[in-house]
């Protein structure tokens, strides 16, 4: 009952911006911590960046310094602004989002279907 809608994916060339967002919707008490992860092709899955509930920020070394992990807790929303793309952030990035659900008060975490960013030129 906990919903994940990415959306803000896309082509860009190197150098340039994106911004995802990820919106999160459900019978929840509130939201924790909320992340980042991307997928390359032939390569597993890596965290990206992460923002605990209190704003506390990490982020992988590859992407420090260029992106940036925020949040709207009045949106239930997550988002990462993502400039000076280079052709090696090219993946499928996911959201994660820690909660408590209303109906039983333990915490779960839920995922997005996934945006496809792609840099080239």
């Known amino acids: 009952q906990v919903q994940v809608v990415e959306s803000g994916g896309g082509l860009v060339q190197p150098g340039g911006s994106l911004r995802l967002s990820c919106a999160a919707s459900?019978?929840?008490?509130?939201?924790?911590?909320m992340g980042w992860f991307r997928q390359a092709p032939g390569k597993q899955r890596e965290l990206v960046a992460t923002?605990?509930?209190?704003?506390?920020?990490n982020y992988a070394g590859s992407v420090k310094g260029r992106f940036t992990i925020s949040r709207d807790n009045a949106k239930n929303t997550v988002y990462l602004q993502m400039n000076m793309l280079k052709p090696e952030d090219t993946a499928v990035y996911y959201c994660?989002?820690?909660?408590?659900?209303?109906?039983?008060?333990?915490?779960?975490?839920?995922w997005g279907q996934g945006s496809q960013v792609t840099v080239s030129s």
């Open positions: 459900g019978s929840i008490f509130g939201f924790n911590t």
């Open positions: 994660q989002v820690w909660a408590r659900t209303a109906v039983d008060g333990n915490l779960h975490d839920y």
């Open positions: 923002i605990s509930s209190g704003g506390t920020t």
